[in-house]
């Protein structure tokens, strides 16, 4: 058994309560937590991107929550996301039918993240979307945003959100199509080119 001296506090390993948070990385994510669509259906849609701070740098530690309907705009009702085995207590993850609507991903060392996910339909007078809650490293409170996927540009326009931004700050809310059914949406939480966050009352 190693000793550690523990007489110096240069000496002792820091631990989460001598430490500034946060620690996204530690019981938060849970496996296939990117894949919210069930595995085979025809309109699974991969939306992917990077997590950046306001000089640009990736952030490796980040936490990205989507919620979204279904292509009928119906919000899912369905239960586990995140079921657990009730003989063992063990994780079991997505039955791989029912589609939850919901997922939690970490970001990787290169600030990269990825969902697999159903192409939401709309509801009401908003264009389809996907809700978006960000957790990072110098935040006092998550942010939420929001994903549009690029469409029809009059339904896009007459969204009651998007309707109400500038150009330029409309577009950090649009992801663009890289190939058919993929998409990209990079969340800049500072600086130029930062992505427009909401506010809930």
């Known amino acids: 058994m190693t000793k550690i001296d523990t007489s110096r506090p240069e000496s002792v390993l820091p631990t989460p309560s001598h430490t500034v948070g ?59 996301s995140m079921r657990r085995d009730p003989a063992s207590g063990g994780f079991l ?55 549009y996927l690029p469409g029809d540009a009059a339904v896009l326009a007459a969204d009651p959100l998007l309707s109400r931004l500038e150009d330029g700050r409309r577009d950090t809310l649009i992801a663009a199509e890289e190939t058919p059914g993929t998409y990209r949406f990079d969340i800049r939480l500072q600086g130029e080119g930062e992505t427009v966050f909401l506010e809930f009352q």
């Open 93 to 147: 993850g997505r039955n791989g039918v029912e589609f939850t609507g919901w997922g939690r991903i970490q970001t990787d060392a290169n600030g990269h993240w990825y969902a697999r996910t159903l192409r939401p339909g709309a509801r009401g007078r908003n264009a389809p979307y996907l809700s978006v809650c960000v957790f990072a490293r110098g935040l006092l409170l998550h942010l939420y945003t929001r994903i």
């Open 22 to 80: 946060p620690f996204y990385g530690h019981a938060l994510p849970f496996r296939g937590g990117e894949d919210i669509a069930p595995a085979g259906h025809p309109d699974t849609v991969t939306v992917h991107g990077y997590v950046t701070d306001g000089e640009g740098d990736p952030l490796p530690d980040a936490l990205i929550e989507l919620w979204g309907p279904d292509p009928e705009g119906t919000l899912p009702t369905a239960d586990g």
